[in-house]
């Protein structure tokens, strides 16, 4: 990327977030607006955001379980979705003059969703891995493997005689977990993961499948693994800066005028039927209306794989070539409205949650809320290296301590360690509203994010809670956030650090400054 194209990623990006959204949107928009003026981004721009998109699903791949997939609502809702939205997409080709062969293929393009504005951002708000996270990606990846499938009928690249020995590459993940244990360099962990993304991608594009889905799988075998935090850490600055490149070449695609650009918010409008059915059909799963709502929300967009079906049929001379840059508008349009949605799903969410609650239905839900703590003084949202670390030596002062955590995966991790955890999303303003917190002494909070963590202590304060709430940050800008939602104490990690080696070098077991300043810690919490 030469320096233009920095200098537009940087400003537009920063744009976009003084206006408190989503910095893809920014590179969007400035790459809509480039179009414009008939400027294109090359061979290198669409070189770069390919290793992006790679080192995205890698990373998707990295919190991969095949239960994520198999369970109940992923198979029904997003089987159940495929077909109706197919037919409702191929109706629509076929009134706007696409013959009945064409029409069939962009129907079941038109219902793909993107995996890789999902996956930003769910990444970018820590939700990859909560239940409503999980279950989107699950109905993203039941997707890619129709869209692969669909990909080989219309002409795509045929899948080589030795592809099955991929299979082999089960056997390797032994061999890549010893290798990745015992790597103790940055940099080397950073050269590994990129090996084996781009060595995935290079993969599967050499036995005929999407390189894309090589990543994933490539992620997929590091899977479980205990060292695969600290490699999506270190791949995280890289795959943000690479996806900067992948978004502005999206938008420089234009928008188009004339009769396509009626076509174009057809497709607009087709979004809000897409976003409708994928509520409907997981409500009727027994998800709770509002992980239904932000699961959907999450969902609700084209993917670039519809663009490259559109290609690929209209190369074959299943559509007309007029419908190309139609299908590239209104897939970088629903980018833009997505990633706007989903930064305030929360928001648009406690709007109408009285009117879209009616479609709940009665009994147990997939996600199991708590219904109470029981007796404990303590709780720890978040149950991380630091909500674990906290959750732990709470215990190990005597005291009666939950955990809360909205990743499945990780709550039975805990269960298996003998610790009181229950399923909950501190963000959930109704589970709150619901549960007694008049026994709780102190409330901590160990989720990843800042929004989570400021999100978390405004809906426990409007839920009326009064008692201590104590987060930890390494941003000041953050604390004093932090501060202003609520939080009676808030530390930070690296001042905590430094005073207790400190203390430890010169042999004074404890000391405390004021809440306002630094925060308490777990023994002040526990004393107090």
């Known amino acids: 990327m030469d320096v233009f194209w920095i200098l537009v990623a940087f400003v537009s990006g920063a744009a976009a977030r003084l206006l408190r959204l989503p910095s893809l949107v920014g590179f969007l928009v400035a790459g809509m607006a480039l179009a414009a003026f008939d400027v294109s981004g090359g061979p290198l721009l669409a070189q770069l955001g390919d290793i992006g998109v790679s080192l995205l699903l890698f990373t998707v791949g990295l919190d991969l379980h095949v239960r994520s997939f198999s369970r109940g609502e992923v198979l029904g809702a997003g089987g159940v979705f495929m077909v109706i939205a197919s037919l409702l997409g191929m109706g629509g080709a076929y009134l706007a003059g696409v013959p009945l062969s064409g029409s069939l293929v962009l129907g079941l393009a038109l219902a793909a969703s993107s ?16 239940y409503h996270g999980r279950v989107a ?34 056997f390797a993940r032994p061999a890549l977990t010893t290798i990745h244990k015992r790597l103790d360099s940055k940099e080397l962990v950073l050269l590994f993961g990129l090996l084996l993304a781009m060595g995935g991608v290079y993969l599967f594009e050499q036995a005929g499948f999407s390189g894309e889905l090589g990543a994933l799988a490539a992620g997929a075998l590091l899977a479980g693994t205990p060292e695969v935090e600290r490699l999506s850490e270190k ?15 999206v938008g420089l695609v234009g928008f188009p005028g004339g009769w396509d650009a009626v076509l174009v918010l057809a497709l607009i ?17 027994r998800l709770k209306a509002r992980t239904a709502f932000i699961t959907s929300v999450a969902l609700t967009s084209f993917s670039g794989i519809t663009l490259i079906v559109g290609v690929i049929a209209a190369d074959a001379g299943l559509i007309p070539d007029r419908f190309i840059p139609v299908l590239a508008a209104a897939t970088a349009a629903s980018y833009i409205i997505n990633a706007v949605a989903t930064r305030y799903s929360l928001q648009i969410w406690r709007r109408v949650a009285r009117l879209l609650s009616i479609a709940e239905r009665e009994g147990r839900h997939r996600e199991t809320l708590p219904t109470t703590l029981g ?3 303590f709780l720890v949202i978040g149950m991380g290296r630091a909500g674990t670390a906290a959750y732990d030596r709470l215990c190990a002062l005597g005291h009666s301590v939950t955990g809360m955590d909205a990743d499945p995966s990780k709550l039975a991790e805990q269960r298996a360690e003998k610790r009181r955890v229950v399923y909950g999303d501190g963000r959930d303003r109704s589970m709150w509203q619901r549960l007694d917190l008049s026994r709780l002494r102190a409330i901590v909070l160990g989720v990843p994010g800042g929004p989570a963590k400021i999100e978390i202590t405004q809906a426990l304060r409007d839920a009326g809670y009064e008692g201590t709430i104590s987060a930890l940050t390494s941003d000041t800008l953050e604390r004093a956030m932090l501060v202003e939602a609520g939080a009676s104490a808030v530390h930070l990690a690296r001042d905590q650090a430094g005073r ?14 004021p809440a306002a300043e630094v925060g308490l810690d777990i023994t002040a919490i526990a004393r107090s």
């Open 115 to 130: 995996i890789i504005l999902a996956a930003k951002t769910l990444d970018e708000r820590n939700e990859l891995t909560s």
């Open 137 to 170: 990606i699950g109905i993203l990846l039941l997707q890619t493997v129709a869209m692969g499938v669909l990909l080989i009928f219309v002409g795509g690249s045929r899948p080589s005689p030795w592809s099955p020995a991929l299979l082999l590459l089960l």
């Open 235 to 249: 791949l995280w600055s890289l795959k943000e800066v690479f996806l900067a490149a992948f978004f502005l070449r």
């Open 269 to 285: 409008g087709y979004l809000l039927i897409k976003g409708g059915l994928y509520f409907g059909l997981l409500a009727l799963f």
């Open 375 to 377: 007796n404990s003084r």
């Open 500 to 513: 207790a080696l400190a203390e430890a070098v010169a042999g004074i077991e404890n000391t405390h400054e």
